[in-house]
């Protein structure tokens, strides 16, 4: 009971019934619940990890690559290769549901659909190493694209998953064994006043039987 | 219709202005903090941001984790991989199940 005060009558008896139902069954759904998003959660996590490690290794090859095309030209020119770009990326997003979590589904559009358009400048200029460069950074954009879906997809439900946990915990302790403890304290103390509510019109009776007829009790 | 962003050192990613994305070169965190800001009020729906960088804005990086859009990544800079990314995975892990149980597996 946990220090609370209860009135014990029946109305607040019928109450306190109608809440430990609604409260189990809400304790069950949660726990479903839970349990299906950790389920897919770490399906999603897994398939996050791989995408991150197959990213990291993307970009440092691209950046390497990008370090020595820098080596190989003027800052200057470099930077007026890259200044105007052809290409442009737009991005869709979706919401999908999953168990209740919104998940972003992202899909990208280019402008152009020429993929030689990542190069936005004159080949005569500039090294042949910029060229594959930016193809190799190329190459892993869809991978990076995924593992921002992923990503975020996990953060997200990881969040609503720490949340149900707290929900299905408390429920679990606190919540239903409170209501339990209270709905056993007030049958009790029902059954309790009816008891001494009998004993009472007994005595009453005792005496009434008494006073009309001169009867007593036969063990006195 | 979104914009992907991509926030960090010039050097790390100026190369991604070829492929169509739009860059932020940042230097300070303070220049790094309000750019980020900027890009959440905006319509972006994915940021890149070098680790690096990452690193000194995880209280902005903290805040936007909520929201559905935008979808903050770390991607490794010009330096190197100082795993922050994967970290921050591995943390997803640990608010989710409670312990890691994905990359502790070795």
């Not at chain 1, 593992?147 to 969040?159: D, I, P, R, S, T």
């Not at chain 1, 339990?180 to 005595?203: C, F, G, H, P, V």
């Amino acid at each position: 009971m946990a220090g609370t005060q209860v009135n014990p009558t029946r109305m607040e008896l019928t109450r306190l019934k109608k809440k430990l139902a609604t409260a189990t069954r809400g304790h069950k759904l949660l726990k479903d619940k839970r349990d299906e998003l950790m389920r897919q959660f770490l399906d999603k996590v897994r398939e996050n990890k791989r995408l991150r490690e197959r990213v990291e290794e993307g970009i440092g090859a691209a950046n390497k690559n990008f370090l020595l095309a820098r080596a190989g030209m003027q800052d200057q020119v470099l930077n007026t290769a890259l200044l105007a770009p052809k290409q442009r990326v737009s991005l869709e997003s979706e919401a999908e549901n999953v168990m209740s979590v919104e998940i972003p589904k992202f899909t990208f559009k280019t402008r152009t659909p020429d993929q030689n358009d990542i190069f936005s400048y004159g080949f005569a200029f500039t090294s042949s190493d910029l060229d594959g460069a930016v193809q190799s950074l190329a190459d892993v954009f869809p991978d990076m694209l995924a593992l921002a879906e992923c990503e975020k997809g996990c953060q997200l439900m990881a969040v609503e998953i720490e949340k149900t946990r707290r929900r299905v915990n408390a429920l679990e302790h606190v919540m239903i064994p409170e209501l339990q403890a209270n709905i056993k304290y007030i049958s009790m103390k029902l059954d309790e006043n009816e008891r001494s509510t009998q004993i009472r019109l007994m005595k009453v009776k005792d005496m009434m039987l008494k006073e009309a007829h001169g009867y007593d009790d036969p063990l006195n | 219709m979104y914009k992907i962003g991509v926030l960090g050192d010039r050097d790390s990613i100026y190369g991604f202005a070829a492929l169509g994305l739009e860059v932020f070169p940042v230097s300070t965190p303070e220049d790094g903090a309000r750019a980020l800001r900027n890009l959440c009020d905006q319509n972006y729906g994915i940021v890149y941001i070098t680790e690096a960088m990452a690193e000194e804005l995880a209280p902005e990086l903290e805040r936007c984790r909520e929201n559905l859009l935008p979808a903050v990544i770390p991607i490794p800079g010009v330096h190197g991989n100082t795993g922050l990314g994967i970290n921050m995975v591995k943390r997803s892990v640990e608010q989710a199940v409670g312990s890691d149980i994905i990359f502790n597996q070795k």
